[in-house]
């Protein structure tokens, strides 16, 4: 690339706040021919709010606080939004030993003698919980693109927990300017596939990748590529640094952790998703101008 190109290209991009970190970035970013975007504080605004509380066994209040209990040791979003709930609630709170977080999974821990776990499908399976009792209730939320999580105490299940994340503004006209460019448009998340699969379609993604576990996100890039695809992925969290690092293109949420923007090749400052687009169109720009 001449270096009036580049100049130009990294002039036009940081004027929207969309920063290549080196002219390799610009040139990759004209000959991606995949997006894979990471869903949650992605696609997602990453701010989920509880929408549902069902509790099976126990006492709502008191399976609040149970859960609340263990979701307060834990540093992941969706713990957040909880802790939240069961506060706003008037939830008596109470004190958790032996917290063990399983990344991808969930959490767990003792609260008031008892045994409780709240995570995904797969932590319950892990841990021999029988989760019929809630099944029914499960597919239900997911089915409207809500993160359904499950609560386990004692060995069984004892609720489900309901959150909502709001799509970013702009995701679909992202996706759409992606397709005019011809570029194919991955959703690559750790969620549940109902859940996944219901914005993805609201959304007009093409491929779902979904329940993928944190260390599994790079091989998924990997794998796109050995398809002899060139790939861009866009991501904001710790979770995400692998495989922004494994991508052709790694582009960064700006709005995100600072291990992702320190990994990415781009970084999107207004955390916007029409900025995706954006950055490729100013790689053929500049790749344009050196021919
Ligand atoms: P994402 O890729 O969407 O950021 P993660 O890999 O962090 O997701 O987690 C995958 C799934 O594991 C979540 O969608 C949720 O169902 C479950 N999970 C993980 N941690 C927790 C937690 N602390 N509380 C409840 N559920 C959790
Ligand atoms: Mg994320």
């Known amino acids: 690339a001449t270096p009036t190109a580049i100049m130009v290209g990294t002039g036009l991009g940081a004027k929207r706040g969309v920063l290549f970190k080196n002219a390799t970035a610009l040139e990759t970013a004209a000959r991606i021919d995949a997006v894979v975007m990471d869903k949650t504080g992605t696609l997602t605004q990453g701010k989920p709010e509880v929408t549902d509380f069902i509790a099976l066994r126990i006492d709502e209040g008191e399976l609040l606080s149970l859960v609340a209990a263990v979701e307060r040791e834990s540093e992941h979003p969706l713990a957040a939004a909880v802790v939240t709930f069961a506060e706003a609630r008037g939830a008596p709170a109470l004190s958790a030993a032996d917290f063990r977080n399983v990344p991808g999974h969930g959490a767990g821990a003792t609260v008031a003698g008892r045994q409780v776990f709240v995570g995904n499908r797969k932590l319950m399976l892990a841990q021999g919980i029988d989760i019929g009792p809630v099944a029914a209730q499960r597919e239900e939320l997911a089915a409207t693109g809500r993160t359904a999580v499950l609560v386990a105490v004692d ?133 344009r101008k050196m021919r």
């Open 155 to 287: 060995g069984q299940a004892a609720g489900v927990i309901a959150l909502a994340d709001a799509v970013r503004e702009t995701a679909a006209a992202a996706v759409a300017a992606l397709h005019d460019a011809g570029i194919e448009v991955v959703m690559l998340t750790g969620d549940n596939e109902a859940t996944a699969q219901r914005i993805a379609s609201l959304l007009k993604i093409d491929t779902v990748i979904a329940e993928v576990l944190p260390e599994d996100k790079s091989a998924k890039i990997a794998e796109l590529q050995a398809a002899g695809k060139r790939v861009a992925m866009v991501g904001d969290g710790v979770n995400d640094a692998p495989a922004l690092a494994q991508a052709d293109l790694g582009i960064a949420i700006g709005a995100g952790t600072d291990v992702a923007i320190e990994t990415a090749d781009v970084v999107l400052m207004r955390s916007d998703p029409l900025d995706v687009p954006v950055a490729l169109r100013i790689g053929k720009g500049t790749l």
